[in-house]
């Protein structure tokens, strides 16, 4: 006999009798999804190219990536909001950027609705929903959508993955992190990495293992119901990390430079059918060096630095791969609707040169070709903290202009690949409707046959603001159902509608052509730029926005502008702001009063940077109460960054030792002249600048460190030069060991403490010295 079940709401259906005898049992019924409801998979790459997919034309390998394009479709014409958090939040939300308090960078916000950063609960996730729907719901990979004040192990976490409809989660809160050793969490709390680099770990394969895991471990309870896996590797985002193998498949393939690749690129991608045959490609970039006048040393390096970056790529889409090949061996992958995008356009960060240490960058300590050279065979290791020069993301945004950040088609236009065996009856064909990052959501839907709920958790939901493409899938001569699309990303604004694109580029369209004391937008320069600050193009007919057509047609410019307009009051685009320093120190709610005196504990989580104690540029002492048992102890007491600059309390070798890593370039070392004796003790490190920082010389200031056993002077010497502005762009604060990449050479993590730490304390006092500007390309950087 069935058992009989009954939905909420619903009166009961069984019998109530005086005995059981006379009674009829009924349930309330489970959640099931739909009967041959598909699986949903969202890969999401970082800072992707349009032409750095073999599908989009590139020379780089992605076969895995390439076989889902032969087996679906391959869109030409999709777009983003050009940054990364915003397209994530579009993306999970169906709604526009700015509708989800999510303008730019989510470190970045300002108290307006429209940036303050805190996605609106009437604003559901497409994980909230499929999982009110029957679906298992994982989250792999970056997050990057929680205010930074709320990544902390003091929450609140209802902002985190698992508070917004995820059931699982495995990997990094923040906009980047190390590829060997990742700042992970695990649901709600942090982890260490499985093995460590030299045991082979990398985190794409790790999250590539935790995702088959987490699919497997519902399907032998559950083998029919439907899972949504939203995969988001770091790549390729900075750090580009790989091994060397994988880059060196690579050798000599981009020696003839960036010039040469977007040719190549571009007439790949109109034999594939992008572009039409009479398409433009985009001017070289005035601020791009001509390949040919870098000297052979340059062009080596940076050769290399793409080697290692295509390497970066091949080895991600190979794990991509796995997780397909096991999808096919349990009969899943024809029935999986898979979409894979990429967040923004190319990445121009790593500056005109390129790096080895993004973080010397973020501290104005300047990179020296004689250095990068000598260490060109260890660019992708563990050592190093790399990302190529811009000439390669110009290069990557093939054939468009611009890069990521701006809202030019090089920062907004990016691949989109949709693969549905069982759901689309099209394959290996090329797709030119319009499509925004908030329609991926409303076509998930519509593909399953969900009707957007009216509520969530008791919340009642906003309009969903994008268009379902769905109808694309088999019509390929289909118009475009999204008419109309505002951009703006801090300041620099667009708007499409109907074939035609009207783009306001601030300062100006590149670097060199900017005025050298920039722009601030006000109400003053706004109206400039409103009347001569537009260009306009008939993308219909020129996707490479190659022809600027404002003089021509003054009349379509000015019915655009206007738009813009009635599309930025809308979606609370408003106000305008394009400053950086002023929103980055800006003062915004904190969970806990900003204090002078900081205790950490050990057997805890790392503390990330934004919630850790500040001692740069300031005296301060840390004091480590500990029991050192007989026999002696050894391990990390307390620690702060990693390789690419931070500093380290420990003991080894029966001695008390502090070493400051200055931006990976030198180590400043105190080893106390008395060993650390049995018993309980306090053991502490004291600094005392002797000078102010000379911060835009990429100087911190100098100083006179201490090492005390209880309150006796064990060691002592100057400290001439510290890290300025920023100890590490992924690794916070440990208690206890060093939870990332070593800060120093002297011992291998975690080097946990093996006495009792009973607590340890860090007193500050002092005026902080920063300089904004830097830390705020710090903070962009990370997306």
């Given at each position: 006999m069935a058992v009989k079940e009954y939905q909420p709401g619903e009166p009961f259906p069984g019998v109530i009798g005086r005995t059981v005898e006379r009674s009829e049992p009924a349930w309330p019924a489970l959640v099931r999804a739909k009967e041959g409801a598909p699986n949903v998979m969202l890969i999401v790459f970082d800072d992707l190219g349009f032409g750095q997919l073999g599908c989009y034309g590139s020379p780089i390998r992605t076969p895995n990536i390439d076989r889902l394009a032969e087996k679906g479709l391959t869109y030409s014409n999709y777009h983003t909001p050009a940054l990364c958090s915003p397209t994530r939040s579009c993306l999970l939300t169906g709604r526009n950027h700015h509708s989800n308090g999510v303008a730019a960078v989510i470190?970045?916000?300002?108290?307006?609705?429209?940036?303050?950063?805190?996605?609106?609960?009437?604003?559901?996730?497409?994980?909230?929903?499929?999982?009110?729907?029957?679906?298992?719901?994982?989250?792999?990979?970056?997050?990057?959508?929680?205010?930074?004040?709320?990544?902390?192990?003091?929450?609140?976490?209802?902002?985190?993955?698992?508070?917004?409809?995820?059931?699982?989660?495995?990997?990094?809160?923040?906009?980047?992190?190390?590829?060997?050793?990742?700042?992970?969490?695990?649901?709600?709390?942090?982890?260490?990495?499985?093995?460590?680099?030299?045991?082979?770990?990398?985190?794409?394969?790790?999250?590539?293992?935790?995702?088959m895991q987490f699919i497997d471990d519902a399907k032998q309870a559950a083998p029919d119901k439907p899972f949504f896996l939203y995969f988001c590797p770091g790549a390729m985002h900075a750090p580009h990390h790989v091994p060397r193998e994988w880059a060196d498949r690579y050798r000599g393939q981009f020696d003839d430079g960036w010039n040469a690749y977007r040719e190549r690129t571009f007439e790949r991608q109109k034999e594939l059918g992008l572009f039409p045959p009479d398409t433009v490609l985009s001017a070289h970039d005035p601020d791009v060096q001509d390949w040919d006048s870098l000297g052979a040393d340059e062009r080596r390096l940076y050769a290399r630095m793409m080697e290692v970056y295509a390497g970066f790529l091949e080895h991600t889409d190979h794990h991509i791969g796995r997780i397909l090949d096991h999808l096919q061996a349990r009969g899943e992958l024809d029935n999986t609707l898979v979409m894979l995008v990429s967040d923004n356009g190319a990445s121009a960060e790593g500056g005109e040169s390129g790096s080895l240490n993004e973080n010397k960058f973020f501290n104005n300590v300047p990179d020296s070709l004689e250095t990068n050279l000598k260490v060109i065979d260890e660019l992708g290791s563990p050592k190093h903290f790399n990302h190529y020069p811009w000439g390669w993301a110009f290069a990557g945004d093939t054939p468009f202009r611009r890069w990521k950040r701006e809202t030019y088609r090089g920062g907004t236009s990016d691949p989109l690949i949709v693969s549905w065996p069982e759901g689309i009856k099209s394959r290996g064909e090329v797709r030119h409707q319009y499509v925004h990052a908030i329609d991926l959501m409303p076509t998930v839907l519509e593909a399953i046959g969900i009707e957007p709920p009216r509520q969530i958790r008791g919340v009642t939901q906003s309009a969903i603001e994008g268009l379902s493409f769905l109808y694309s899938f088999d019509e390929s001569a289909a118009e475009s159902r999204h008419r109309t699309q505002y951009f703006e990303m801090l300041g620099h604004r667009s708007i499409y509608h109907d074939g035609w694109k009207a783009v306001c580029p601030v300062p100006a369209p590149s670097y060199s052509e900017a005025?050298?004391?920039?722009?601030?937008?006000?109400?003053?320069?706004?109206?400039?730029?409103?009347?001569?600050?537009?260009?306009?193009?008939?993308?219909?007919?020129?996707?490479?926005?190659?022809?600027?057509?404002?003089?021509?047609?003054?009349?379509?410019?000015?019915?655009?502008?206007?738009?813009?307009?009635?599309?930025?009051?809308?979606?609370?685009?408003?106000?305008?702001?394009?400053?950086?320093?002023?929103?980055?120190?800006?003062?915004?709610?904190?969970?806990?009063?900003?204090?002078?005196?900081?205790?950490?504990?050990?057997?805890?989580?790392?503390?990330?940077?934004?919630?850790?104690?500040?001692?740069?540029?300031?005296?301060?002492?840390?004091?480590?109460?500990?029991?050192?048992?007989?026999?002696?102890?050894?391990?990390?007491?307390?620690?702060?960054?990693?390789?690419?600059?931070?500093?380290?309390?420990?003991?080894?070798?029966?001695?008390?030792?502090?070493?400051?890593?200055?931006?990976?370039?030198?180590?400043?070392?105190?080893?106390?002249?008395?060993?650390?004796?049995?018993?309980?003790?306090?053991?502490?490190?004291?600094?005392?600048?002797?000078?102010?920082?000379?911060?835009?010389?990429?100087?911190?200031?100098?100083?006179?460190?201490?090492?005390?056993?209880?309150?006796?002077?064990?060691?002592?010497?100057?400290?001439?030069v510290t890290v300025p502005l920023s100890f590490s762009l992924s690794e916070g604060l440990s208690c206890g060991r060093d939870a990332g990449a070593p800060v120093t050479d002297a011992y291998q993590t975690p080097f946990e403490f093996n006495g009792h730490i009973q607590r340890v304390e860090v007193d500050v006092g002092g005026h902080v010295r920063q300089d904004s500007a830097a830390r705020t390309r710090e903070i962009l950087a990370r997306e």
């Open positions: 470190d970045m916000s300002t108290g307006f609705p429209g940036s303050n950063g805190m996605i609106p609960f009437e604003n559901g996730f497409l994980s909230e929903i499929l999982r009110m729907s029957g679906y298992n719901t994982y989250a792999l990979g970056k997050w990057h959508i929680t205010p930074f004040e709320q990544c902390s192990a003091a929450g609140p976490y209802d902002r985190w993955p698992l508070g917004r409809g995820f059931e699982r989660y495995y990997g990094f809160l923040n906009g980047d992190t190390h590829q060997y050793y990742p700042d992970l969490v695990y649901d709600n709390h942090q982890v260490d990495a499985p093995k460590t680099p030299e045991e082979g770990y990398h985190l794409t394969e790790d999250i590539a293992d935790k995702a005025p050298p004391e920039g722009m601030v937008i006000t109400e003053e320069t706004l109206r400039k730029l409103d009347a001569e600050g537009w260009e306009l193009y008939h993308v219909a007919e020129d996707p490479t926005e190659t022809r600027n057509l404002a003089d021509e047609r003054r009349d379509k410019l000015i019915e655009m502008i206007a738009l813009w307009y009635i599309e930025a009051g809308k979606y609370q685009v408003l106000p305008l702001d394009n400053r950086v320093v002023e929103r980055m120190t800006a003062e915004r709610p904190v969970l806990a009063d900003r204090r002078e005196h900081h205790v950490y504990y050990p057997r805890t989580g790392q503390v990330p940077a934004e919630a850790a104690v500040n001692v740069l540029n300031r005296p301060h002492r840390i004091t480590a109460r500990v029991v050192v048992p007989s026999g002696g102890a050894e391990g990390v007491l307390l620690s702060h960054g990693g390789n690419t600059g931070g500093y380290s309390l420990y003991v080894k070798d029966r001695k008390l030792h502090y070493v400051h890593n200055y931006v990976g370039d030198q180590e400043f070392h105190l080893e106390s002249d008395e060993p650390v004796p049995d018993g309980e003790v306090d053991l502490v490190f004291d600094f005392r600048p002797t000078a102010e920082p000379s911060i835009a010389e990429g100087k911190g200031s100098p100083g006179v460190g201490r090492l005390y056993i209880d309150d006796k002077q064990v060691a002592e010497r100057n400290i001439p």
